[in-house]
């Protein structure tokens, strides 16, 4: 019913950068938050970045003013920039959307499948 579509992962430098998107699709009556989630090898998923159907974004001090979030809601796509990248940025990312579906009275979390982001020195 809802697929969430994510892109632009790869290899990159250290410094470099990047552009995440990720895209939903399905029979959506709103979107809510969305949001970007990192796992490393080894480590719990964390959050990177959230973003509500209003704009306020939120960023834990690892990324602030390396990463940026923002979502075209006419798309239902949400982006991630990432500037100055670092090899602990090395993860697959997960792209989050909460939502309600068409005929439903209540919202519902959606994961995309991830992309691989390696930053290497």
């Known amino acids: 019913q809802v697929q969430l579509v994510e892109s632009g992962g790869g290899l990159v430098q250290v410094g470099g950068s990047l552009r995440l998107s990720c895209a939903v699709s399905?029979?959506?009556?709103?979107?809510?938050?969305m949001e970007w989630y990192r796992q490393a090898p080894g480590k719990q998923r964390e959050l990177v970045a959230s973003?509500?159907?209003?704009?306020?974004?939120n960023y834990p001090d690892s990324v602030k003013d390396r990463f940026t979030i923002s979502r075209d809601n006419a798309k239902n796509t949400v982006y991630l920039q990432m500037n100055s990248l670092k090899p602990e940025d090395t993860a697959v990312y997960y792209c989050?959307?909460?939502?309600?579906?068409?005929?439903?009275?209540?919202?519902?979390?959606?994961w995309g499948q991830g992309t691989q982001v390696t930053v290497s020195s």
């Open positions: 973003v509500t159907s209003t704009g306020t974004t």
């Open positions: 399905g029979r959506i009556f709103s979107l809510y938050t």
């Open positions: 989050n959307a909460q939502l309600r579906l068409t005929g439903r009275s209540s919202f519902t979390y959606y």
